[in-house]
């Protein structure tokens, strides 16, 4: 009998130690099912940024390499291209944001320049993009011309009307005379434009 029960002892210890090996096995495994690790990399494309004024690209700079021609019409009171006391004109800036990817205001400021000869520029209307049918909108100095354009817009223009304001101006006759005379003279805009993305 004691034989027998040694056996039988045997067996339930092999039984117990099979059993606790399978036991830790599968705990083993299914513990560690829950220490795995996985990392990935989430893509995006970056929504572009990409704005030309005058097909020139404004990436990284302050001011614009090129001019921007003001455009005086033959009259008779002066030949096509000039400024005079009491003359029209206008320039233009075409905003092209083909390239843009979200949609964004545009802010444009006109102004005389300080280093202008002909201190009575004054910037009178503007139109955006424009028709055959004039509709022009009072320039208003303190905000400029505001702007919201949508995204990848191929081309957005401005055409701003500039005036030498002979009538309300601070130059005298003789002041404009000077400027008239002095070959050196330039009638100069500043023109500021600023670029933000609008908020969702």
Same mark, same amino acid.
């Given at each position: 009998?004691?034989?027998?029960?040694?056996?039988?002892?045997?067996?339930?210890?092999? %039984?117990?130690?099979?059993?606790?090996?399978?036991?830790?096995?599968?705990?083993?495994?299914?513990?560690?099912? #829950?220490?795995?690790?996985?990392?990935?990399?989430?893509?995006?494309?970056?929504?572009?940024?990409?704005?030309? +004024?005058?097909?020139?690209? &404004?990436?990284?700079?302050?001011?614009?390499?090129?001019?921007?021609?003001? %455009?005086f019409p033959e009259s008779e009171y002066?030949?096509?291209?000039?400024?005079?006391?009491?003359?029209?004109? #206008?320039?233009?800036?075409?905003?092209?944001?083909?390239?843009?990817?979200? !949609? %964004?205001?545009?802010?444009?400021?006109?102004?005389?320049? !300080?280093?202008?000869?002909?201190?009575?520029?004054?910037?009178?209307?503007?139109?955006?993009? !424009?028709? $055959?049918?004039?509709?022009?909108?009072? #320039?208003? !100095? $303190?905000?400029?011309?505001?702007?919201? &354009?949508?995204?990848?817009?191929?081309?957005?223009? %401005?055409?701003? #009307?500039?005036?030498w304001d002979d009538e309300t101006g601070?130059?005298?006759?003789?002041?404009?005379? +000077?400027?008239?005379?002095?070959?050196?003279?330039?009638a100069l805009m500043t023109v500021t434009?600023?670029?933000?993305?609008?908020?969702?």
């Amino acid at each position: 009998m004691k034989t027998s029960e040694k056996k039988d002892f045997r067996f339930i210890i092999l %039984f117990v130690v099979v059993v606790s090996f399978s036991l830790i096995y599968l705990f083993q495994s299914s513990y560690a099912k #829950y220490r795995r690790a996985v990392s990935g990399n989430v893509s995006s494309d970056i929504a572009q940024w990409n704005i030309k +004024v005058n097909n020139e690209d &404004i990436a990284n700079k302050k001011t614009l390499t090129t001019t921007i021609e003001a %455009f005086f019409p033959e009259s008779e009171y002066n030949k096509e291209g000039v400024i005079a006391p009491g003359i029209e004109g #206008y320039y233009t800036i075409t905003v092209d944001s083909s390239q843009v990817d979200v !949609p %964004f205001e545009c802010s444009i400021l006109s102004n005389v320049s !300080p280093e202008s000869s002909i201190s009575d520029l004054k910037t009178l209307s503007y139109e955006i993009n !424009p028709t $055959d049918e004039e509709k022009k909108v009072e #320039y208003v !100095p $303190d905000t400029g011309i505001v702007q919201q &354009i949508s995204r990848n817009t191929k081309q957005t223009v %401005f055409k701003i #009307y500039l005036k030498w304001d002979d009538e309300t101006g601070t130059m005298d006759n003789q002041a404009d005379t +000077v400027a008239g005379v002095n070959s050196d003279s330039k009638a100069l805009m500043t023109v500021t434009l600023h670029f933000s993305q609008l908020n969702q």
